[in-house]
């Protein structure tokens, strides 16, 4: 990708495709930063710039990228304790990330599907399982008949009290038969 020559350095770029017009500027946004560098002889190091022991967190990059996006002040207090309290939680990282997708209503309901434009806008986005409603994250996985009837059937099992709650952010906890329902 880049030559040193006497006359200094040259790039050359070669891509798979052409590129598109937005990536253009980033092309010249990257050869902008790259005429801005300090070359040295020594070794190249890996270095994560946004972390101050020099190692790479997908805390740091994710609170970068949520910075950069202005989606930051999107969530409030109690959707963020939400967040935190998912992250951290012991549960397998595929289910705390389908948890994360299904909060931040990212997982493949009808509706979102309409938005992306995958199903045509005349296409059903009622829901699947009842047909009773339109098909989204809440409806899906809270309100939806059938979806209630695992709840409930889960929460006999472990012998507790369900209360359907009003949102994906409401969660509970249960202690032997008793249900207590907390906000974030």
């Known amino acids: 990708m880049g030559v040193v020559s006497e006359e200094g350095r040259e790039w050359s770029f070669r891509w798979r495709r052409h590129i598109f017009v937005w990536e253009e500027e980033l092309l010249v946004s990257l050869m902008e930063d790259l005429e801005r560098m300090t070359w040295s002889p020594s070794e190249d190091v890996w270095r994560w710039n946004l972390e101050e022991n020099g190692v790479f967190s997908v805390k740091s990059a994710y609170e970068n990228l949520v910075a950069l996006s202005g989606t930051a002040n999107l969530w409030g207090v ?27 209503n990212c997982v493949p309901t ?13 296409d059903s986005i009622l829901c699947v399982m009842c047909n009773g409603a339109e098909e989204t994250s809440s409806h899906l996985f809270l309100h939806c ?10 929460m006999y099992c472990v012998d507790c009290h369900f209360i359907t709650p009003p949102n994906l952010f409401v969660h509970w906890e249960c ?7 907390r906000i974030g």
């Open 110 to 122: 009808k509706a979102n599907l309409v938005l992306r434009n995958v199903l045509h806008p005349e």
């Open 145 to 154: 008949n059938v979806a209630m009837g695992v709840w409930s059937r889960l």
């Open 78 to 104: 109690e959707e963020l304790r939400v967040f935190e309290k998912l992250w951290k939680s012991p549960t397998p990282s595929k289910v705390v990330a389908f948890a994360w997708k299904v909060l931040l």
């Open 175 to 181: 202690w032997s038969g008793r249900v207590v329902i």
